[in-house]
C-alpha cells in the first residue's frame, strides 16, 4: 500500500467513524421519541387536554398545567423581551468600549451558563420571600426572565451587530440622532434575528423544571390560575409528577404530556426558524 | 463671513486669483485627527468656495475622507477619534460644543461609496430625513420626495414603483436615490465619499452630469481615486499626501501646472 492510498483508507475510516456519531443523537432521538408516540399517543384526546388532575389516571388532564405553562410563557415574554433587548441595545450602542463593559460582556456570558437550579434558589429568596410575592406565576415567571436573559441579550448583540454599518451612517448623516436611528433602522433590520434568539429561549423556559419546582410551584393546583398572584403548575412538573407514580395508567399520561410539551417547543422552534429563513433572505 | 486673517507659511494658500474671490463656504484652520496615536490628518487649513464642486484627491491611506468626514462630524463616533482647530461653515465654528450635530448633518449632507439604501421603499428612504425632522404631512413629504427624485434625476425612471423596496434598483439607481435622499433634506453642502467608485461607467457618466447640475446650488466636495473624474466635474482640486495636503488650486491649473513634484508624479500616474 502507498501513501496515497493509506490517505484514502484513513478519509473513509473518518467518515464512517464521523456517521456513526451522528447517528448515535439522532437514532436516540427518534427511539425515544418512537417509546413516547407508542405509549402516549393514544391517551391524547380533548378530554386529556381540558381535564383537571385528578387522583384516576384516566380521568386526569393537562389543563391546569398546560394554563400555567401558558401563563409562564406570556408573562416571562413581556418581562424578559423589553428587559434584554434594551440591555442589549445599551451595550451595543451606547456603552464605551472598555475594560467596563468588557467585563460585562464577560459576565453576561457567564451568566447564560449558570444551572438553572442557581436561578431558582435566587428566584426563591428575593421573589418569593423578600418581595413576597409567594409562590406565584409571578415569581416563577420572574426567575425564569432571569434565567433566559443572558440568552436574549446574546441573541439580541449579534444581531444589532449583523446590521451593516453603513445603515448606520446613512441615518446619521441625514441628520438623525441615535434614538431614531436604532428606533427606525438598526431594530427593523434586527428584528428577525431578536425574534429567533427570543423565541428560543422562551422554548428553553417552557421547558424548565428544577428552578419553577425551588420557587414552590406545584404538582397539583386544582384550578388553572386566573391571575398572576396565583399558585401554578406547569407541564415539565405535571410530568415528573406522574413519572414518579406507580400505577401504568400515569406513565401514560406523562408520555402524553411529553408529546404536547414537545409539540409546544417544536412550534416554537418551527416560528423561529421561519423567522431566520426570512430575516437572512432579508439581507443576502 | 469670515476671512481668513493668519497665513501659516508652511499650509496651503490659494493663488491670487482665487484669493480675490473673498466667499468662503468652508474654512478650515489647522485640523489635525488623531485615531488613537495614529495621526490621519496632519494640521490642513484650506478655504472651500461656494457653488463650487471641490475634489480630493490621493492615494489610498492619505487622509481625504477623514477629512471630509470632519465637516459632518461622521468621526465623533469613531473610538479614539480626536482632533484639533478650526472648522468654520459660513463662520461659525461646527466644534463649538453649542452645536447640535443633528442640525449640522441636515445642512451638510453625505454620499456615500456604496450605495446604502434603506431596506424600505423608494419613498420611505427620500422621506426619511424628513420624517425624522417630524414633518409628517403627506401633502409636504409627496412633494419633497418628487422634487428631490426629480433632482436627482431619477423621478422619470420610479415614479410608478413609488412603494418598490429600494433594494431592488440597480446599483447606479441606488446611488441615485441616495443624492436624492440627501437633496430632500436641502443642505447647502453634499459630501461625496467616491461615490461611483462602485459604480459601472454608465451610472458614473449620469452621477457626474447630476453632479454638475447641482453646483448651482450647492457646495459639492467629492473625494475620488479617479484623476479623469476630478478633472471632469471639479472647479478645484486638492491633492493630499499621508495626511498633509500637498497642493491646492483651480483643477485646470493642478492638472496642467502642477507646482510639486509629488502632485506632477500622481497624477501622470507614477505612483499611488
Redesign the interface.
Known sequence: MNKIQVNRWKDQLFKIWGIGCTLVGLILLVLFIGDILIDGIMRIDWGFVMNLPSRKAEKSGIYTALMGSLWILALTTIIAFPIGVAAAIYLEEYA??GRFSALLEINISNLAGVPSIIYGLLGLEVFVRILNLGASVLAGSLTLSLLILPIIIVATRESIKAV?S??R?????????KW?TIW??IL??SSGGILTGVILSLSRAVGETAPLIVVGALAYVPFAPSNPMEEFSVLPIQIFNWISRPQHGFIENAAAAIIILLLVTFMMNAVAVYYRNKWQK??N | MELVAEKNTKNFTMNKESEQESKTKISIKNARVWYGDFEAVKGISMDIKPNSVTAFIGPSGCGKSTFLRLF?R?ND?I?GFRMEGKIKIDGTNIYNKKIHV??L??EV??V?Q?P????KSIYENVA??LK??GISDKKVLDSRVEKALRQADLWEEVKDDLKKSALALSGGQQQRL?IA??LA?EPSIILMDEPTSALDPISTAKIENLIFGLKEKYTIIIVTHNMQQASRISDYTAFFYIGELVEYSKTKTLFTKPEKKRTENYITGRFG
Do not use: H
Request: aromatic fraction near 14%; include cysteine.
Open positions: 464605551k468600549k451593516p453603513t445603515i451612517d446613512a441615518s446619521y448623516a441625514l441628520g438623525a440622532s431614531q427606525n433602522q427593523p433590520a432579508k439581507w | 459632518n461622521m463616533y473610538d443633528e442640525e448633518r441636515k449632507g453625505m456615500f456604496k446604502n439604501p434603506f431596506p426619511y430625513g425624522i425632522q441616495c435622499r440627501t433634506v
